[in-house]
């Protein structure tokens, strides 16, 4: 662990679950021990305990052919159905959804009328004479009708690809021409900080490029004024009208595609991951389970994720209806229209579990504590993170003021490849330390290996790898085995490579430190952006820290750090120099930020994520890539033009 670290945990070092969480715990305190002793038999127990199956799996591991490993490979069954039938004779009239659109209107959605939603919509997607494994584009926003549309190509055995509604038309059409969709399902327009993103308007841009799609499926939101190809568009209501609402699941082996989901590749190429259905299933129905310590008859479940993303996918979608899961969903900004929108949505629904970006969690820091302190978060009793390391005063900062100091946080580390969460403490069994993302989830294997390969003793760094196959794990990338073999698996033969770098301290927790290409090197040193941040971030007067490393003839890499600060706080020379000297003393010398550029914001995706790429970009004054992606596209120029003034040493 770094100094950072040791100095901030100096005093709480170690958050110890509440009692009532032991006691919940003591049916799972052996979980891991059991599924180290023999991990294939804990997989077929959560398959067949979680998943309802219309032909068992007598098979749990297929790895003949690595790294294309099989799961529970001849099991049948229908994720639909999992999500939605099995659950409506006792408890078809459980909330399945509550749906809070952004202007303030509301709805709830039962088990019973979001399967009758599905079953209309699969049918009227049948009429439009789509076949089993065809492909599906669906471009919308947070909107019921967003699950619906996955749920329906999932009861149909339709490959559905969900494009995120914050990114461009011409990502759009890129994926859709990557996987030959034929539908393409969208809305008028989506609803963002009370401005209307013009989604049709987009797909229609990108449509002029994919000459393989036959239809397009418009949802009417906004009445943002659109236009109607005429034999190739066709409005959502006249397409489920007079559909019946019972439409027969398809059986599917266990290995069938269920969806395409395209990441970021080194080369700029975006990736299709591709997830089957049995097995991912299983990995998330049964993370959801133990790491949120599920309670369906009474929990009301909050993952704030955009389902455009996988932790959408996994936590929003398919884990918490598996589960049976009362959940909330929300369309709109956080801050529209006012600071509290998240609190007061807690409130009026009980929430009592809650999911969030650490991005998020340093956003509500900066925005100040009196928005959360007026709404009663008393409901809460678990709170966790997910997408990126989370800082530890962040941690500490969410699990005092938003969690009353009595929620345990589960702080997750997975990605879009490993389709389910990793690196987990389970709330009453694993002590949490802020910061750390703990330990594997039971019957996942993980190591931190140097260059060689070689596993670190406890207390080192290097590189994250994961050394045994996992249920919910990418199958391939879409029409590339072979790029899917070179990006995951060559780099550590027989082990996966997420990309990340890790610590683990001497009680064997692990540290991320975010992608290796974030790691700097600096005067010789391995430096993590991250480590860096986060001694930014600790300082009182900082409320957010991005950090990047930019070409430096004396040293190789020189540390540039952009800094938001909290409210009321001015920056001026006096703290640049204070700022550099906290890191100095917190780190060392070596990580003190060569420049330091005070700034309103940062520049951030739709979905939250800080865009560093830009921020080298315009540290090694090189011209800027494509900001259309971005939440908040003019503070590039700002932060460009403050950059060129900041003060170095």
Known sequence: MSQALENLLSEDRKFEPEPEFIEKANGKMGIHEEAAAD??????????SLISWDAEPTQVLDDSNPPFFKWFSDGRLNVSANCLDRHLDSHGDQVAYYWVGEPGETRTLTYRELHAEVCRFANGLKSLGVAEGDRVAIYMGMVPELPVAMLACARLGLVHSVVFGGFSSEALSSRILDADARVVITQDGAWRAGNVVPLKANADIALSNTPGVEHVVVLKRTDHGVEMTEGRDIWWHDLVEGQPEECEPVILGAEDP?????????????????????????????????????????DVYWCGADIGWVTGHSYIV??????????????????????????????????????????????????????????????????????????????????????????????????????????????????????SATIPFPGIFADVVD??????????????????????????????????????????????????????????????LGRVDDIMLVSGHNISTTEVESALVSHVSVAEAAVVGRRDDLTGQAIAAFVTLRAGVEGDEALLQALRDHVSQTLGPIAKPKSIVFTDDLPKTRSGKIMRRLLQDISEQRQLGDVTTLANETVVQEIAAKSSVSTED
Not at 265 to 283: A, D, F, M
Not at 291 to 297: C, E, I, Q, S, T
Not at 379 to 401: C, D, F, H, M
Not at 470 to 499: C, E, L
Request: with cysteine; net charge negative.
């Open 39 to 48: 991990y294939l038999a804990f997989w077929q127990q959560q398959a067949l």
């Open 318 to 435: 398919y884990g918490p209806l598996a589960n049976r899961t009362t959940s909330v969903m929300y369309e709109g900004a956080p801050n529209f229209p006012d600071l509290d929108r998240l609190w007061q949505i807690i409130e009026d629904y009980k929430v009592s579990i809650f999911y969030t970006a650490p991005t998020a969690i340093r956003t509500f820091m900066k925005w100040g504590d009196e928005h959360v302190i007026k709404h009663d978060l008393s409901s809460l009793r678990l709170i966790g993170t997910v997408g990126e390391p989370i800082n530890p005063e962040a941690w500490i900062w969410y699990q005092k003021t938003i969690g009353g100091g009595r929620c345990p946080v589960v702080d997750t580390w997975w990605q879009t490849e490993t389709g389910a969460i990793m690196i987990t403490p389970l709330p009453g069994v694993v002590p949490t330390k802020p910061g």
């Open 451 to 512: 260059d060689a390969g070689e596993s670190v003793p406890l207390g080192g760094g290097g590189y994250l790898v994961l050394t045994k196959p996992w249920p919910a794990m990418a199958r391939t990338i879409y029409g590339d085995d072979q790029r899917f073999v070179d990006t995951y698996w060559s780099r550590f033969p027989d082990r996966y490579f997420p990309g990340d770098g890790a610590k683990r301290d001497e009680d064997g927790y692990f540290w991320l």
């Open 258 to 298: 269920l969806y395409i989901l395209y990441t970021s590749g080194t080369t700029g190429r975006p990736k299709g991951i591709v997830h089957t259905q049995g097995g991912y299933l299983t990995g998330i129905a049964a993370t959801h389970h133990y790491v949120f310590d599920l309670k369906p008859d009474s």
